[in-house]
T-cell receptor, first 108, second 117 residues
Framework: GIQVEQSPPDLILQEGANSTLRCNFS?????LQWFHQNPWGQLINLFY???GTKQNGRLSATTVATERYSLLYISSSQTTDSGVYFC??????????FGPGTRLSVLP | EAQVTQNPRYLITVTGKKLTVTCSQN?????MSWYRQDPGLGLRQIYY???????DKGDVPEGYKVSRKEKRNFPLILESPSPNQTSLYFC????????????????FGQGTRLTVV
């Protein structure tokens, strides 16, 4: 089945810093989403981005489907950005495959 | 507001006592699924449903049952819960684009934290 990798596994930032999270996947996909899991365990939809670039406030994402990767950019990070960021893909199957996540800690 | 609603959010139960976690979506999505999340193992699919009365096993179906009698509801049933089913559970739904097997954006519920003692 499709493999999803994320890097880095852990990231510690000072408030106000910028960061880039990466997601690599092993096969073509028809759906790719980024999620933020907050400290209470809730999965928050960030982007539905099977291809192209989207922006939402301080966050933006780019997926280059032909090269099988996606990037999530966080600018001017805040302590509320802390949590785990997941990339998940669906490759025309029945299963939404999640990456292992990037754990982000933003320090005040 | 588009949403997937799970209940309960938190549940502590004893081994062997049957329980049901409900999931309801208000987006008229055909496709619904259940996942469990465990430390070190990530999120894994338990069961999915392509439409009413159509369900199938995911990666970790043992010990679980599901039903899809109505399009909006997809309950997860644990007939005889065991401690190894202690986990964080998520329900999800999406619109499946016919003819391509593709999906639009998937929406996840708030999660149900289950502890079996």
């Amino acid at each position: 089945g499709i493999q999803v990798e994320q890097s880095p596994p852990d990231l510690i930032l000072q408030e106000g810093a910028n960061s880039t999270l990466r997601c690599n996947f092993s096969d073509s996909v028809n759906n790719l989403q980024w999620f933020h899991q907050n400290p209470w365990g809730q999965l928050i939809n960030l982007f539905y981005i099977p291809s192209g670039t989207k922006q939402n406030g301080r966050l933006s994402a780019t997926t280059v489907a032909t090269e099988r990767y996606s990037l999530l950019y966080i600018s001017s990070s805040q302590t509320t950005d802390s949590g785990v960021y997941f990339c998940a893909v669906d490759n025309y199957g029945q299963n939404f495959v999640f990456g292992p996540g990037t754990r982000l800690s933003v320090l005040p | 507001e588009a949403q997937v609603t799970q209940n309960p959010r938190y549940l502590i139960t004893v081994t062997g006592k049957k329980l049901t976690v409900t999931c309801s979506q208000n987006m008229n999505h055909e496709y619904m699924s259940w996942y469990r999340q465990d430390p070190g193992l990530g999120l894994r699919q338990i069961y999915y449903s392509m439409n009413v009365e159509v369900t199938d096993k995911g990666d970790v179906p043992e010990g679980y049952k599901v039903s899809r009698k109505e399009k909006r509801n997809f309950p997860l049933i644990l007939e005889s819960p065991s401690p190894n089913q202690t986990s964080l559970y998520f329900c999800a739904s999406s619109f499946r684009i016919s003819g391509t097997m593709g999906d639009t954006e998937a929406f996840f519920g708030q999660g149900t934290r289950l502890t079996v003692v």
